[in-house]
């Protein structure tokens, strides 16, 4: 059978003698003899792809729960947008799947042009200046930010509103055990950040600030007000914005995000179970010499063509190694590019028209739900854009049980975001009986219908 | 077989290996056909656009159409459009087909591009990744409903813990340097667990930059070890930086000179005398795949770039993935939650260790939400009650409120580890690059890893005897995976530097190699050529370095090489000036 390897038994044994060797165990004679692992890998012989290929089939159609069988209502960061055939085919082509870090620029215009204008799109999101060639997914893009954040100020202590995504918030405790950041939750009042206006006997005054825009409830927070609370107490503004939504709100950078972070999943990449995923990171030129990770720009060639190269490289962990203002090195290029392709088939018009979609199912879904039995709403007044948390009578999770008998992934438990106890962002009794509902530019007013019909029924006890 | 049987008497033989690689085919790895077509920039998108215009389409929902401004409260709107490009779908498209164009990959041709293992990346891995079953589920599936996934991510947790010798993985983290912190951060949660504080992490002067990187964001600092004049850590000058505040070292193994640590043993029991812990990057795990373990050279914490031994396309920058392995000592801290099989589910039971459930017994640590199982939906604790109870879980489980395939009892779950170090992921790690290795594995089996490592090797050893007359062999002798060359005497002749060199290469058609590094070798080229280029293409790759050389030397040989490459899409890039006036944005032209 056939493997990926070219080399025939003949050419084997001529490369082994041109070495002065008789079998390939003798390659390895500088391994240690103790070492050697006796009798080979306890694993499965090879198989041909055809077989292996039906074994990830039959994996694949066990899960019962995807969004082509399931209609998905669930977000919380991962959402079921379009990837229009033009995105998948773009994004799927080989040239820009199989090569790697543009280290040789001359071969490596495609992928380099591409991320320049990835970090245009962002950055115009963003509503700042400059944008990287991203990072891991969300979590990992607000690790960074707050690292910088912490870095420009001078002040470790980084108070995180409770309304950021509750995934990223444990990402940044795992991170700062190493970091020595001292992160301080701060929780939410009915759906936004209640910021406290002092800092409180025995506390620390922030060097960072982190908010949601929206929060992960979906409810629009007062980004003017954290801006002044950082600039009273000298610290940065670190924005986790959904980049969608920014299509119909005023952008992150303009209500004076010192750094914007986000998922940038929406824009071309499928659900995929998580990942990967695509870290969005903007900020302000100020801070460009703190950036994490890749950056590109323009320059010119030899002969003065325009040309794009990786730049600013001495923050990098290659040059710069323990000073380096981050430890990353393979990215999600493939996804920066994906979200330019995406980005670029949406256009202005587009990106708005889809924001708005979100923002209108929402809205449907909200007014239909009004006067339900078993559903109300989980918070109270504040706006929201894209993603609705409600309450149901029984456990949510029970609810999304019962739903995926009814065809829908009806949204995801807010227990299982924050735990059985609740945190900053929802009390315990709020938590078990929580659901966080999305719904994206895809679902129609019938699929809302049906679910609404459903979820009154699920929802009781 | 004894050092210099490895090419010493072989040196003569050369003629052989040239005859046997050049008369019998074509190169199958040399891109020199290539058609760029010309030599304009491409325009970017921005400047392709045309108000009006535009490619979208979506879906007919019915949907009242009410206006922004019935939705979102006039201080929080947009009043202006986010501006992009406007362009029309068949525009975008020659767009990107044309800068795929100017992009060289693996797909194209060698690319011989040392510690990153740009091997060929079977295209079934892409069929996979693009099944609706896998692409499709949403991360937060309850586990009941996304049994296939768990299954696969069990299945792969299990060959990658086979392969490298150890008890348990998290399959979290998103590339090698994430792997590095979650192992550094696990590190420091071992010495914290036992009540010590230890400052320094050892790393050796070969290392790859994102090393000491990770160190300093794990929280620690960095003690520099040298090497000694075989390329392997210096054991002297180890035994003299290990003391008490050592936490732990970070070795590649082979290192990044591609040579075996061959003191391996020694440096285990060195680093554990002092309490310390062993840290694999696994950067270059493809040398020695069913060889040798990590976990068998005493290795506790290891990490894998999947987008580099189990193939998984580099996606012109990543994705990759950066699982960690860990010995049975360090399960419990565990980043979660982590997928497992369910005790008497109705999978397959495993050996494995570390995949019982355990109870949580630091809840602070934890991260919030994590403390379920939610295969069935209920606490963790309510689980090992059961487990501790020997209650048999048929009738712990609520019966029949949870869809799943034969009817049964969800097989898979998700458990967060008792002392877990948290999350280190907004998921489950980059599933859909996982989903690839594990196919990469299962077609290449036991059998076909260990030829995989057999190829590489060879591969590289050919290469490093073929090109000794050609270049400096700073450390001459049997190499694995990758040889390290270097063109500090071509420099000194002839004025042509290893950067020259790779730009050169260019116009042969090639990819370059990696060029500066390792750091400790002056005018470095690091040449892994892979197990899946064949003798032909390396036969080729040879001769172009060959003609580099040779026409380094003749008249005007440094002029010429200075000018490389002439051949490509842009010519040498001005990167002083792009640092200098900095334009990281369409907006930021000036
Ligand atoms: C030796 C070595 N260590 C670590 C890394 C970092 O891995 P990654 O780029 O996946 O973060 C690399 C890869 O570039 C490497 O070559």
Redesign the pocket.
Known sequence: MADYLPHTDEEVASMLAFLGLSSTDELFATVPEALRLAGGLDLPSGRPEPDVLAHLEDLAAANEGRADRLVCFAGAGAYDHEVPPAVRALAGRSEFVTAYTPYQPEVAQGVLQAVFEFQTMVARLAGLPVANASLYDGASALVEAVNLGAAASGNPTVWVSAGVHPHWRAVLRTFAAGTGHRLVEVPLADGRTAWPDAVGAGGRAPGVLVAGYPNYLGCLEDLAAVRRLADAHGALVVVAADPVAAGLLRSAGDWGADVVVGEGQAFGTALSFGGPYLGLFACTLEQVRRLPGRLVGETVDLEGRRAYVTTLRAREQDIRREKATS????NQTLMAVAAAIQLGWLGTSGLAEVALRCARGTHYLRESLQGSAGVRPLTGSTAVVRELAVRTEVPARTVVERMAGEGFLAGVALSDLVGDGGDGSVPAADAEHGLLVAVTERRTRDEIDRYVAALEKAARR | MSEGAMGDQAMGDQAMGEEAFTTAAAPGGRAASAPLLGHEAEPTLFELSRPGRASWQLRTTGVPEWPAEELVPAEHRRTEPVALAEVSERDLVAHFTRLSHRQYSVDLGAYPLG??TMKYNPKVCDTVAALPGLALTHPATPASLAQGWLALLVELEEALCEITGMAAATLQPA??????LTGLLLMRAYHAARGEDRRRVIIPDS??G??PASVTLGGYEVTTVPSDERGCVDMAALREVLGPDVAGIML?NPN?LGLFEEDIQAIAAAVHEVGGLLYY?G??LNAILGVVRPGDMGFDIVHM?L??TFATPHGGG?P?A?PVAVAEHLVELLPGPRPVRLPDGGGRQSSRQGDEPRPLVDGDRRGPGEGHYSGDHRSLDEVDMRVDAGVGPSQALPAGTVPHPAGTRPAYGWVVPARSIGRVHSWHGNALVLARALTYIEVHGADGLRRVAERAVLNANWLRVRLRPTFDVPFDRPCMHEVVLAAATLRRRDGVRALDVAKRLLEEGFHAPTVYFPLIVDEALMIEPTETESPQTLEALAQAFERIVADASAPGGAERAAAAPRTTPVRRVDEARAARTLVPTFDARP
């Open positions: 430890n990353v090195c393979t | 510690s990153c590339a090698g340097a994430a792997g590095e290392a790859h994102t090393n590649t990044t990057d950067a270059n770039n987008h580099k990543g990759g950066g």
